[in-house]
């Protein structure tokens, strides 16, 4: 079978639903890492506090506290990571066994299609799942990153390598956490890409509902409103 032929198969809707959530996946991703300053994200001002979390880090002794939130955010990314590869192994296993999933389809939708169109659709979720993996590990090694030039901050906030060193270590937290935010987005459209089992139409409105959560978490939600109240003595 051609390329062409395979094409065929699938409607010019499902061409602009493919499209559609690419699209949307790198824009809202944009969107949120390039926030202005008058609307910023919630991604945004959490940055401003790991800036100032490396200012006060200097003169904590102990820094067991430090320590314990570095760990906790390293954990979430293996968590994570360990998950998007389960999630890829059993998508990997579905293009190998389409029967039952082209059964639920069809009870679902009541339309029917060769085994290809079911694989490629699968595949759309994998390779979402594939970069949320990637970004996951990334955003684990950067917080090691971060711990090493962590260690190497000096307690005394008169030594002229402290401040330079923290603010460095601010930089890969911030580094770090980016990834793993681009990791969850694109678990979210994942997600979404289910959607397009039942359909172009269905996936389009997966993709628009997607956008919509995180936009609305992003630049909506009570955490942001919270973030943006006034620090008062």
């Known amino acids: 079978m051609s390329i062409f032929e395979r094409l065929s198969l699938f409607s010019p809707l499902d061409g602009v639903a493919v499209c559609l959530i690419i699209l949307a996946w790198a824009v809202i991703g944009w969107r949120i890492e390039n926030a202005t300053t008058a609307k910023p994200s919630v991604s945004g001002l959490v940055a401003q506090y790991q800036r100032d979390w490396m200012v006060q880090f200097i003169t904590r002794d102990p820094r067991v506290f430090d320590s314990?939130?570095?760990?906790?955010?390293?954990?979430?990314?293996?968590?994570?990571?360990?998950?998007?590869?389960?999630?890829?192994?059993?998508?990997?296993?579905?293009?190998?066994?389409?029967?039952?999933?082209?059964?639920?389809?069809?009870?679902?939708?009541?339309?029917?299609?060769?085994?290809?169109?079911?694989?490629?659709?699968?595949?759309?979720?994998?390779?979402?799942?594939?970069?949320?993996?990637?970004?996951?590990?990334?955003?684990?090694?950067?917080?090691?990153?971060?711990?090493?030039?962590?260690?190497?901050?000096?307690?005394?906030?008169?030594?002229?390598?402290?401040?330079?060193?923290?603010?460095?270590?601010?930089?890969?937290?911030?580094?770090?956490?980016?990834?793993?935010?681009?990791?969850l987005r694109s678990v979210y459209f994942a997600m979404g890409s289910l959607a397009w089992l039942l359909g172009p139409a269905s996936l389009i409105a997966a993709t628009l509902l997607t956008v919509l959560v995180l936009y609305r978490r992003e630049f909506a939600s009570h955490s942001r409103a919270v973030l943006m109240q006034p620090d008062e003595g």
């Open 68 to 183: 314990a939130i570095l760990s906790t955010l390293r954990q979430g990314a293996s968590f994570f990571a360990s998950a998007s590869m389960i999630a890829i192994g059993g998508g990997m296993a579905l293009l190998g066994n389409t029967d039952r999933l082209r059964g639920v389809a069809h009870d679902l939708t009541l339309a029917s299609a060769p085994e290809l169109v079911w694989e490629v659709k699968i595949l759309l979720v994998v390779l979402f799942l594939a970069n949320a993996f990637l970004s996951f590990v990334w955003s684990h090694r950067l917080f090691g990153y971060c711990a090493v030039v962590m260690a190497s901050v000096p307690n005394d906030p008169n030594d002229l390598t402290a401040l330079p060193r923290a603010r460095k270590a601010g930089d890969i937290n911030i580094s770090a956490a980016r990834s793993f935010n681009r990791g």
